[in-house]
Every structure is written in structure tokens, then in C-alpha cells.
Nanobody, 120 residues
Framework: QVQLEESGGGLVQPGGSLRLSCAASGSIFSLGTMGWYRQAPGKQRELVAAVFSGGSTNYADPVKGRFTISRDNAKNTVYLQMNSLKPEDTAVYYC??????????????WGQGTQVTVSS
């Protein structure tokens, strides 16, 4: 059984910072691309940032220059450092990972989501 567990969400004032973490656990054979998505009320889920197994990254235009995604392969963990937060960053943030389990085939896994609220 593979699971993704997120942490680090919360309430922050505009201009503030938060760091999200997502740890993959269970019977993992290979961990591929890891990323963060977000979904605001009444909107579709959208990609925020992704980090590939080789370390290269990709960011959505609204967060470029403010957010940094990174991964620690030894810990099967992906991070999202969010700086200069804006009210429009308010959303539920979901971790996503492409994982090949010890038994089974490549599949997409999702975390349960963590709320990020940017408000004064």
C-alpha cells in the first residue's frame, strides 16, 4: 500500500511564507515525477509545480519566482516553499506522485490535500 502524506498548510498573511511537505510511504519500487496541484473553491484543480526524477522542475506562470519545488529522494519527500504569498494562492494543495510499487504497475497517487489560506 502506497500513501502520500502532506503537511505544512495553514493561515498566513499576504507576503508571508509557508513550506509544504509530502512524504511517500509504503512498498515503493520507483518514484518518478512528483508535483503539487491546487484547487480553489469553484475552480478546477491546476498544476502548481513539478519536479522530475532527474531534478528538473516546471512551474505554473502565476507562481514563478515565488515558489520553489524540491525533492529528497532518500526520504521519498517533495517540498514546496511558497514565498510572497498572495490571497489568490488560497486553495487546497494536493501532492501527486508517479510511483511504481513493489507489486504492481506505474500509477498516479494523490495526497489528501492541505488547506492554504492567505488572508489578512
Amino acid at each position: 500500500q502506497v500513501q502520500l502524506e502532506e503537511s505544512g498548510g495553514g493561515l498566513v498573511q499576504p507576503g508571508g511564507s509557508l513550506r509544504l511537505s509530502c512524504a511517500a510511504s509504503g512498498s515503493i519500487f520507483s518514484l518518478g515525477t512528483m508535483g503539487w496541484y491546487r484547487q480553489a473553491p469553484g475552480k478546477q484543480r491546476e498544476l502548481v509545480a513539478a519536479v522530475f526524477s532527474g531534478g528538473s522542475t516546471n512551474y505554473a506562470d502565476p507562481v514563478k519566482g515565488r515558489f520553489t519545488i524540491s525533492r529528497d529522494n532518500a526520504k521519498n519527500t517533495v517540498y514546496l516553499q511558497m514565498n510572497s504569498l498572495k490571497p489568490e494562492d488560497t486553495a487546497v494543495y494536493y501532492c501527486n506522485a508517479a510511483i511504481i510499487p513493489v507489486v504492481g504497475t506505474l500509477n498516479d497517487y494523490w495526497g489528501q490535500g492541505t488547506q492554504v489560506t492567505v488572508s489578512s
